[in-house]
């Protein structure tokens, strides 16, 4: 009898290569929408680095992220095919976000949403989230606070975003002199409506068009950091510090399952009951599996993802929706399914 193979190991999977745009060559934010395609917002290459700019607080200190680009750049925003070709671009005049991310709308529309917003005591909350006509016209700003780490659309048009610690717990004006950080619950989601509020972003007068629709308000599941976040069709599913529990919401009602032995997982992909979550500290190829059974978290196994080096991918971004995981470096798009897991 013919000795059985072993199983492949699990591996990332080359999806396609993102077309760019005429006259645009620089990725500045790229991810998936509801519809698992991505969706890509680009610079012109004399512009490279405009909506990633940091500022130090004297020769020795420390930077930080700017919360709006010194120039605001041309830019322009695509959506793509599943082998990565364009399928839609629509060019802006101008980008006043800065460390941006880009999400769709069901109304053909976009979003982008800048990480980083300050609170003034004369204008309030910076305006960090634009929402944008399919034309590329702004219908609508506000603020949904500072630390944004994760954002992401559902098929309803909602902005799901998970904070990183400043934004819960306040800087840059948040918590003092200011009010408490919009990001303190963790995650928010937030809805909106392409009214007629003012577009100009320098005008920040703390008002919003984006109003809570759901915030994170369990106690007993404290969240420090949204490590990873993935907005599912039936599910919304996160894992956060300091504990690394797994969230799982599903209409409107969360259950906290805890685990053991994670310790800072970037990305997280389910189908029912069945979780994976990806990466580790120091260990990014890591992919965790296991099961929720009993309002625990079973491991089934611990692999290392194939197929990708890390090590040479610094600007590897990491962006997960239902069972997929999608992982785009540079132009290049790769995957890896929760179904090819063993």
């Not at 068009?209 to 994170?216: G, M, P, R, V, Y």
Request: with cysteine.
């Amino acid at each position: 009898m013919r000795p059985r193979r072993p199983p492949r190991p699990p591996r990332w999977l080359h999806q396609g290569t993102l077309t760019p745009p005429r006259g645009y060559a620089t990725i500045a934010a790229v991810g998936a929408g509801p519809d698992g395609l991505p969706i890509a917002l680009w610079t012109r290459p004399q512009d490279a680095g405009a909506l990633h700019e940091r500022h130090a607080q004297g020769k020795h200190a420390a930077s930080f992220a700017r919360t709006h680009p010194t120039r605001p750049p041309a830019a322009a925003v695509t959506r793509h095919t599943g082998s990565g070709s364009l399928a839609q671009v629509t060019e802006l005049a101008e980008v006043t976000v800065s460390f941006p991310f880009v999400q769709p709308l069901p109304d053909g529309g976009f979003v982008l949403v800048g990480a980083r917003a300050g609170w003034h005591p004369d204008r309030g909350g910076e305006h960090n989230a634009v929402r944008y006509t399919a034309e590329g016209h702004i219908g609508a700003t506000g603020c949904i606070g500072d630390g944004v780490s994760q954002l992401q659309t559902d098929a309803q048009g909602r902005l799901w975003a998970g904070y990183f610690d400043e934004g819960v717990y306040g800087n840059l004006g948040w918590g003092g002199p200011g009010p408490a950080p919009l990001g303190a619950p963790g995650i928010v989601a937030w809805s909106s409506t392409a009214s007629d509020m003012g577009s100009d972003m320098g005008s920040d007068m703390g008002s919003s068009a984006f109003e809570i629709a759901w915030a994170h308000d369990d106690e007993r599941a404290i969240i420090d950091d949204c490590y990873a976040l993935n907005v599912a069709p039936e599910a919304v599913w996160a894992c956060t510090y300091s504990d690394f529990p797994i969230f799982r919401l599903v209409d409107g009602a969360c259950s906290v399952v805890p685990t053991v032995g994670l310790r800072g997982p970037s990305g997280i992909i389910a189908d029912g009951d069945r979780v994976a979550l990806l990466g580790a500290y120091h260990q990014p190829e890591l992919c965790t599996v296991g099961r929720i059974t009993g309002g625990e978290y079973v491991e089934t196994g611990r692999r290392q993802l194939e197929g990708f080096d890390w090590a040479t991918s610094l600007n590897a971004r990491l962006h997960c929706r239902g069972s997929v995981a999608h992982l785009f470096v540079g132009t290049q798009w790769y995957a890896v399914r929760l179904a090819d897991l063993p």
